[in-house]
């Protein structure tokens, strides 16, 4: 077999490895390792969820947009406590300890 110049043939790795490595190089890792309470919130939101998309969970911290202003004021006043219980609940642990309303640009 012939080669590039410079080029060492790489070693064999499993599929395994090769799929956590690519995982992990393109940041997907992370995100389906939080889909359950990514998941969950939008369950928890029901008929509201197409107006606030969670967009990234880290360290018991829940970021979401909301598509508009009157959906944000609801939930960073009203009801946002309310749905961060229910998919904690769905999740049976309270994960999601804080909720991050931000509007959508």
């Known amino acids: 077999m012939r080669y590039a110049a410079g080029r060492k043939p790489r070693e064999a790795v499993s599929i395994a490895r090769a799929l956590d490595g690519f995982l992990a190089a393109t940041g997907l890792s992370e995100r389906l390792r939080h889909s359950a309470v990514l998941?969950?919130?939008?369950?928890?939101l029901g008929a509201l969820s197409p107006h606030a998309r969670a967009v990234r969970f880290a360290r018991g911290e829940l970021f979401v947009e909301i598509d508009s202003a009157t959906h944000m004021h609801e939930l960073a006043n009203?009801?946002?406590?309310?749905?961060?219980e229910h998919a904690n609940a769905r999740l049976g642990s309270e994960q999601i300890r804080r909720v991050h309303f931000q509007l959508k640009r």
């Open 39 to 44: 998941r969950a919130w939008s369950e928890a």
């Open 78 to 84: 009203f009801t946002g406590e309310t749905f961060r």
